[in-house]
C-alpha cells in the first residue's frame, strides 16, 4: 500500500495495517471452510454469530485495501504531473486480472468435477455447482462463461468483485473530495438495486448474478471510503459512544434473535408482515444476493466495533496473526487455491470412502496448504519487499524508499520497501 509523493511519481511507501491482512486472512480461512461443507468447523465461522458472512469481510476488507494502495495516485498533484492514465492503468489491470483467474477457476472447476465423475462413476457430479447447462447446454454455457453471465458455485464471488474494482477509478475520484456525496450514492444504488431488482444477467439461465454488485458495492465502497480516511491518518466515521454501543446492541440483538428460543421466530415473522405491507423486501428479509438491510447492518457494526478497539489492533498486528497476515497478504493467490482445495475435497468426500478423506481431516489440511503456497510465493519472490507493518492504529510512522531497515518496540520489522498488493 502506497500513496505517490508527487515527486516525479517516487513513491512514500506507507507501512501496512496489520488489522487489513490479518482480517482478509481470516475472511479467506472462513470461506474456504464454508465451501467444504458438512465439516464441523463451518460451525465456528462469522455466519453462526450474524446475518453476515466471510463474503462481506472479503468485500470489506479488498475495499479498505483498494482505497490504500491506489489513492494517492488520484491526487491533485499526481493527475497533475502523471496523467490521469497512470492512476487508473494500475487499477484496471488488477481487475483484468481477476478476470483470467476467474476463467482459469471456472475451467478447473468444470474439470474437477467432470473427473470426479468419471473416476468415482458418479455422474450426478456433473449437474452440482450450476455444471447441468455446461454439459447439457454446452454452446451457450461457452459463451455465458467468459461473459460472466454463468457462474459456478463457490466460483462466483470474484465476477463482483472484478466490476467493482473497474469502477474503482471513478469511486476514488469522488470520494477524495467528497466522500459523504459517494457514500449516499452506493447507498441509494443498493436501496434502487433491492427495489427494482437491479442485477447482472445470467446467461444461458435466467435470473441475475449471486453476488449482485449493485447491491455488493455498499460493503465495498464502506472499506473504500474508510482506506481513502486511514491513507490521510484519519477515520471514516469517528469513535462515537452512541454509534458504538448502538453497534454492540444490533451485535448482541442479532445474536439472540439467532440462538434464543422463539425471539427469532417472533422476529422475522414481524418483518414478513412488514414485508405484506409494501415495505421493500430486502429490508425485510435475509437475502443475499441484494445484501438485506439486516445483513449489511450486521457487517457495518462489526467493521465498526472493530475498528474502535485497540487490542484489535496488537492482536492483528503480534506475532500469533502472523499466519493470517501471510494469507492476507497473498490474497488472490490464497483464495484461487482455497477455492480448487475446496472443489476438489467436495469431490473427494462426495465419491471416496477412504477414512482420511473426511470433513473432520480435510479442511485443517487445506489451510496449512494455503499457508504454504503463500510462503513459498513469498519465500520465491526474494526480490520483492517484505510487508511493513504500522505500529499504531493511525499510521503514524512511514517508511521511504531511502530509509534503512530497523526494528520497532514490538517487534515488527520497517523495511526501506513495501509490499503494495491491493
Known sequence: MSQPDGQGGAVARRPRDPRIDAFRGLALIMIFIDH??????????????????????????????????YSGRFLPH?????GLWHAVSPVWHRAWVLYLVQIFLTVWAIAIYSGGAMVFDMPA?????????????????????PALMHQLGYVNILPAYMV???????????????????????????????LWRLNMPNFPNAGGWFFNPFSWQAVFVCGLLIGLSLGRKQRFVPVSRMLLALSVGYLLLVVVWRY???VGPFLNHQMARLGSIGVPF???????TFLALPRLLHSLALVYVLSCSGVVFQITASAISAPLRLLGRQ??????????????????????????????????????????????????????????????????????????????????ALSKKADVQA
Not at 186 to 193: N, V
Not at 282 to 288: A, E, N
Not at 391 to 397: A, E, F, K, L
Open 164 to 194: 467493482l474494482l473497474g469502477l474503482t477509478p471513478f469511486a476514488i475520484m469522488l470520494g477524495l473530495r467528497r466522500p459523504w456525496l459517494l457514500a449516499g450514492a452506493s447507498a441509494l444504488l443498493w436501496f434502487c438495486a433491492g
Open 78 to 82: 499526481n493527475l497533475a504531473s502523471n
Open 125 to 145: 457430479l456433473t449437474k452440482q455447482i450450476n455444471l447441468t447447462q455446461v454439459f447439457e447446454n454446452t454452446q451457450s454455457a461457452l459463451i455465458g462463461i
Open 260 to 262: 434464543v428460543p422463539g
Open 36 to 69: 467444504v461443507p458438512g465439516n464441523p468447523y463451518e460451525n465456528f465461522t462469522i455466519r453462526n454469530i450474524g446475518f453476515s458472512d466471510a463474503a462481506e469481510a472479503f468485500f470489506v476488507m479488498s475495499g479498505v485495501a483498494a482505497g490504500l494502495a
Open 282 to 288: 430486502h429490508l425485510v428479509s435475509h437475502d443475499k
Open 331 to 412: 490474497g488472490l493467490l490464497v483464495f484461487a487455491s482455497g477455492t480448487l482445495l475446496a472443489l476438489t475435497f467436495n469431490v473427494l468426500i462426495k465419491g471416496s470412502d477412504i477414512a482420511l478423506l473426511n470433513p473432520f481431516l480435510l479442511p485443517p489440511l487445506g489451510v496449512v496448504a494455503m499457508l504454504v503456497i503463500a510462503w513459498v510465493y513469498e519465500a520465491a519472490a526474494s526480490r520483492k519487499a517484505h510487508a511493513v507493518y504500522a505500529t499504531d492504529p493511525r499510521g503514524s510512522v512511514l517508511a521511504r524508499p531511502s530509509e534503512t531497515t530497523r526494528k520497532f518496540g514490538n517487534g515488527l
